[in-house]
């Protein structure tokens, strides 16, 4: 019996599933760098196992997603996002099967759900690409998917907020677009809400075509209730309306931030409090504080040492931050910022962090308990073997705790929209790509992009690297 026990602890330890996001950005950010969307494409479906596997499956689909949108390769992309909305919906509708190994193990074990901005995310980009090969119908199923999805996941908790002012104002265009002017209406005026409560202070363009929208449709009462003041003119929305053409420029600015660990150790008394200390990456100050420490079987009085890591934001240089786009020569604009993903990541964190540390402690305190007890059931009488094995026991239970560090490696850190009002006809549109200081690092030059009467007619500009 002692033997079937000793191997199961063995057995655990070299079970212990390795980090995979460990591995992952260092993988693939060279080949972005080199090779482009579509050699990195290439490259993870040649390591797809590797790199994410089984339990990362959603992020598989959604990074996929993401560099077909990327490349222009429309139809693929909706055919991976599809998959990754299966799975989010699949796992959003079952309860939670591997809290057991998760409790053993780490949360790395757990299938993956998805942080409330990826899905987000997932559902804009859903919705561009049945947009870009000409589907408006596919583009109101998605609308309305995210509208479901965005009901759900919305929360207003103090600062704790879940809503994309980006998604509705882009499902206000779509309602325009299929001529759905009261469901564009409504998407407008939740499109404000979500700015107003959210990390981007409204964009003037974006506040401007709310404003217009509203007052045409008779509900310019409905502005007096947002925090943001009215507007007595609005030149270019109305010239917009009046033109019948536009067209809209969608820039993916940057590279979000990937997730690193950040280690906390201290004292856990069940059922009192739980003191804790870390440095911080960014100051490389030492911190301490104190929470409550939830009571767990079997720990009774005893004070506990904790050792554990949890997700930390690490930022990544950034070549572009910004956009210009030229029109045909004489019109020149600079796309306001509608999405801010390093800000997103930091609420998520800062919304779930306190219940991670708590549960992740709990959990080592468990196994601390289980290893102390498991050694003494396979105790052998021989001194030598019994203290390679006890630190063996100790080392390997300890070696299992990893921060989940899964997160979506191809979102931009920033989205900078702007709306055009043009002739029908053909135009030239230059956007460059510029950095922080304004220097140009991209120029992508769009030749003779027809613009059909009455048509909003969308441009994407991918400057993720």
Not at 350 to 369: F, Q
């Amino acid at each position: 019996m002692k033997r079937l026990v000793l191997f199961a602890i063995l057995s655990l330890i070299l079970c212990s599933c390795a980090n995979k996001s460990m591995t992952r950005y260092e993988t693939l950010a060279p080949v972005l760098k080199k090779e482009g969307f579509e050699g990195t494409i290439e490259k993870i479906e040649k390591k797809k196992d590797k790199l994410y596997g089984e339990k990362s499956a959603f992020l598989y689909h959604f990074d996929e997603g993401m560099l077909y949108h990327y490349a222009g390769k429309n139809q693929e992309s909706i055919k991976h996002f599809e998959q990754a909305e299966q799975i989010y919906e699949d796992l959003y509708t079952k309860s939670v099967t591997n809290e057991a190994a998760a409790i053993v193990t780490n949360d790395n074990i757990r299938p993956y759900r998805a942080r409330p901005f990826e899905v987000l995310m997932m559902y804009q980009y859903q919705i561009l690409n049945y947009l870009a090969i000409g589907d408006l119908d596919g583009a109101l199923v998605e609308v309305r998917r995210a509208q479901i999805a965005s009901e759900a996941l919305y929360q207003k908790d103090k600062e704790k907020v879940n809503d994309n002012g980006w998604l509705r104002y882009l499902s206000a265009i779509v309602y325009e677009m299929a001529g759905e002017e009261d469901d564009a209406a409504i998407a407008y005026l939740k499109a404000a809400k979500a700015f107003e409560e959210g990390n981007v202070k409204m964009p003037k363009e974006v506040w401007e075509y709310i404003t217009e929208a509203l007052t045409k449709m008779d509900r310019a009462d409905d502005l007096k209730g947002l925090k943001t003041e009215p507007l007595a003119q609005t030149p270019k929305a109305t010239e917009a309306r009046e033109k019948g053409q536009e067209i809209i420029v969608v820039g993916y600015a940057g590279h979000s931030p990937i997730l690193g660990e950040m280690y906390l150790s201290g004292t856990y008394v069940s059922g009192t409090a739980m003191n804790l200390t870390y440095k911080d990456g960014k100051t490389g100050k030492i911190n301490t504080f104190t929470v409550f420490a939830p009571p767990v079987a079997g720990a009774g009085s005893n004070t506990f040492h904790v050792g554990f890591a949890l997700p930390e934001k690490k930022e990544l240089p950034q070549r572009a931050s910004m956009f210009s786009v030229n029109v045909d020569g004489n019109m020149r604009v600079s796309p306001e910022k509608v999405a801010d993903i390093d800000s997103e990541l930091e609420q998520n964190m800062k919304d779930e962090n306190a219940t991670t540390m708590v549960r992740t402690a709990t959990r080592v305190v468990l196994r601390t308990i289980a290893a102390q007890q498991a050694k003494k059931a396979t105790n052998t009488g021989n001194g030598v073997f019994d203290l390679v094995k006890n630190i063996t026991v100790d080392v390997g239970q300890s070696q299992l705790e990893q921060a989940d560090l899964r997160i979506g490696l191809f979102m931009p850190n920033s989205i900078n929209v702007t709306r055009i009002p043009v002739n029908e006809g053909k135009h030239q549109v230059n956007v460059s790509a510029m950095g922080a200081h304004g220097q140009i690092v991209g120029d992508y030059k769009l030749n003779d992009i027809v613009v059909k009467k009455g048509q909003k007619k969308l441009v994407v500009v991918p400057a993720i690297e």
